[in-house]
């Protein structure tokens, strides 16, 4: 049986963020991009952790709860914008907001 | 004493900001008249600084404020009544009253009447700063001053196109030379640490003579330029196009004679350069003769007149450059009596024939205006040295001067003029007043001007004709006792006899063929025709030149600066960094698409950009090399994508 050494966690969160980077730069639906934030965040989460366990400090896990904290209240913000922005135009499709176009 | 000092200096400047704030009405009659009183006080003031000057009383030097201190530098705003300055005070003042007076009449249906008394007052007061400034720099802000009113009088009728190109040239010309007087006060500064007339004059004796040489010559420079030099000579005959009290007051009696004033101010340092001084007295018998020269031909009253001041000023650079500072003074002073006197008289003929100058279109004027005909004969005479009018005391001694002084080249030349002013000067009385009323077939209608113009031109006809033997004795011991007293005998008396009377002969006879020749106004075809009259009357072709040699190919120059360098370079350079950002633009907005997922590509790319630099600059340059690759190609995916 191997051991789970530090590099298997950050090679773990290595491979989240670039799932949750890919999902970032290639979905369309904006509720799947919340997902790959959400990815993204639990990622750097991992990393944090598993770093904090390494040097037994616990500054870290402080972080990673600060960083939940964040994500928690982004979603509720986001959700919020995403729910009325359904309510206006009927869907939630990136491509079709473009109100900024330069 | 203090008090007259200060009245004499701004009660000038008090009527011009007052006639200047009716400068845009029509005319009213106040203005002229509380201009002239106020000018009539500064009069007042100055004759009694005068008095207390004669009767040896201390010079007043005042300082009515700090203008510059920093560092060492410190120049105030003083002011010195002392025995040169005092002269210069009561000619301007004097000759300033009377053409104040006089314009009140000249004036009288100019729709600028008020304009033209707050110029004047505003010239009057510049040249009061001129000539009481205690240094150079309060020197220098006259000088401006007084060149400034030069060019809003000269081109007092801007309306006309060469009134302004007249005024124009003056300025421009006044400023080649200002700038050659700027760096002689800055060597002056720079070489005895002050611009105090007193305390600069005492350095110059432990400074080495080719310093002062330098010093002396760019002074000289600017001395040039205001009072009409040989090369600097043709804006005095084109400014004649002002009104002819402008003529009398400032391109005759006073503003012209700064140049003279500034040479005599600075004796003490030309007297440590006779080099200088000799080259100085040269230019000037030079330009005696060669201004002389063009007043023999001339068919414009006001420019002969015009010529004939620069003539007079070549006599007293003369005396100045001889370093008989005392007699260009003198002359000066005498000089400023008689030719303002000509100036005011020919403006009353203007008037008479309506602004016509040609002198033969007129002839037997004598019959309809009298005194002013007795006035300008008496200018004339006064001004060709007969005895014993003033010029008489002045002009010879300048003679005396050259032949004491063993410079006898200067002195055959200087009598030559001399037989050639009175030439031209009785050759124009001649063919104003006397022969046929030629007139009459150009259907003139000639009057004598008023009476309160006359009686205002009276004090200078007779100071022309006392001036010399009343004056010379008291002037003579007030003013040696700041400048050098050197006295100008002739030992033998039978030269001294000789001369004079072989003067006033040669003098005498000319003005008799003048009048012969002139009495008749015929004009001879034949010497129409001769080289020298061509030369003389196209003024030795040297406007010609400077238009030729000068104007235009600067203004070539002006042309390739402004197509080759000015468009082609600078506004190029400018355009080209504009264009780059508005390219940039142009080429990057589409960036802007509006869609959020290629805003956090962008983001993204940027991002990694950043951090593959960061990696690159603490790992090595290769990485660096693969970092732009791999960024490059990522951009360029991106860009292909927002072009679709």
Known sequence: MMEITLSHYLILSTILFAIGLVGVLKRTNLLMLFFATEILLNAVNIGFAAISRYYGDLTGQMFAFFVIAIAASEVAVGLGLLIIWFKRSGDIDLTSMTSMKG | ?644
């Not at chain 2, 620069?310 to 003198?330: E, K, P, R």
């Not at chain 2, 008496?378 to 040295?385: C, E, F």
């Not at chain 2, 006809?461 to 010379?472: C, E, H, P, R, T």
């Not at chain 2, 003579?476 to 001369?499: C, D, G, K, N, Q």
Request: charged share 15%; glycine share 6%.
């Open chain 2, 1 to 644: 004493m203090e008090f007259y000092l200060y009245l004499a200096l701004f009660s000038p400047l008090v009527g011009s900001l007052v006639a200047g704030l009716f400068g845009a009405r029509p005319k009213t009659l106040l203005t002229g008249l509380f201009t002239s009183t106020l000018l009539f006080t500064a009069l007042v003031s100055s004759t009694i600084l005068l008095v207390h000057i004669l009767d040896g009383g201390d010079i007043i030097h005042v300082e009515l404020m700090t203008w510059m201190a920093t560092g060492d530098l410190y120049i105030p705003f003083g002011f010195v009544v002392d025995q040169v300055s005092v002269v210069m005070m009561m000619v301007v003042t004097l000759v300033s009253t009377v053409v104040h007076i006089y314009s009140i009449g000249y004036m009288d249906h100019d729709k600028g009447f008020n304009r033209f008394f707050s110029y004047l007052s505003a010239f009057v007061f510049s040249m009061m700063i001129l000539v009481m400034s205690d240094n150079f720099a309060g020197l220098f802000i006259g000088w401006e001053g007084v060149g400034l009113c030069s060019w809003l009088l000269i081109g007092f009728w801007y309306h006309k196109e060469s009134a302004t190109w007249a005024a124009n040239e003056a300025f421009i010309m006044n400023r080649i030379a200002d700038l050659a007087m700027l760096i002689g006060m800055f060597l002056i500064y720079w070489t005895t640490g002050s611009l105090q007339y007193d305390i600069a004059f005492a350095e110059f004796a432990h400074v080495d003579v080719e310093t002062l040489t330098t010093i002396g010559i760019f002074l000289f420079i600017g001395a040039m330029g205001k009072s009409a030099q040989f090369p600097l000579h043709t804006w005095l005959a084109d400014a004649m196009e002002g009104p002819t009290p402008v003529s009398a007051l400032i391109h005759a009696a006073t503003m012209v004679t700064a140049g003279v004033y500034l040479v005599v101010r600075a004796n003490p340092l030309y007297d440590l350069i006779p080099d200088v001084g000799y080259f100085i007295a040269s230019l000037g018998a030079f330009v005696a003769m060669f201004a002389a020269s063009m007043a023999l031909v001339n068919r414009d009253m006001k420019r002969i007149i015009a010529y004939s001041t620069l003539s007079q000023l070549g006599y007293m650079f003369v005396a100045a450059g001889l370093g008989a500072y005392w007699v260009a003074l003198f002359h000066l002073m005498a000089h400023a009596f008689f030719k303002a006197l000509l100036f005011l008289g020919a403006g009353n003929v203007m008037h008479a024939m309506d602004d016509e100058l040609d002198p033969f279109k007129m002839g037997g004027l004598k019959k309809h205006m009298k005194w002013t005909w007795i006035m300008m004969t008496l200018a004339s005479v006064a001004l060709a040295g007969i005895y014993p009018l003033a010029g008489f005391f002045s002009k010879d001694l300048i003679l005396e001067v050259a032949f004491v002084e063993h410079h006898y080249i200067l002195y055959a030349v200087l009598l030559i003029t001399a037989m050639m002013t009175a030439f031209y000067s009785f050759r124009l009385i001649s063919l104003i007043f006397h022969g046929t009323e030629r007139h009459k077939q150009h259907g003139f209608h000639p009057h004598e001007t008023y009476t309160f113009v006359l009686i205002a031109m009276s004090p200078l006809a007779i100071l022309a004709l006392v001036a010399g033997f009343l004056f010379k004795g008291s002037y003579i011991e007030m003013v040696t006792t700041l400048l050098p007293a050197t006295e100008y005998h002739i030992h033998s008396p039978i030269v001294f006899w000789i001369m004079t009377i072989g003067t006033q002969l040669l003098v005498g006879l000319s003005i008799a063929y003048a009048y012969r020749k002139y009495e008749h106004a015929k004009i001879d075809k034949k010497i129409e025709d001769n080289f020298f009259y061509k030369l003389l009357i196209n003024q030795w072709y040297i406007p010609h030149f400077y238009e030729e040699y000068i104007t235009k190919p600067y203004r070539e120059l002006s042309m390739i600066a402004w197509k080759q360098v000015d468009l082609k370079i600078v506004d190029a350079s400018v355009d080209g960094i504009a264009n780059i950002f508005y390219k940039t633009g142009e080429a990057t907005h589409n960036m802007q698409d509006g869609n959020l997922s290629t805003m956090l590509r962008w983001m993204v790319a940027g991002t990694a950009v950043l951090l593959i630099l960061a990696v690159a600059f603490t790992t090595g340059y290769l990485m660096l090399l693969l970092a732009f690759i791999v960024g490059y190609l990522y951009v360029n995916r991106l860009r292909r994508e927002y072009v679709r």
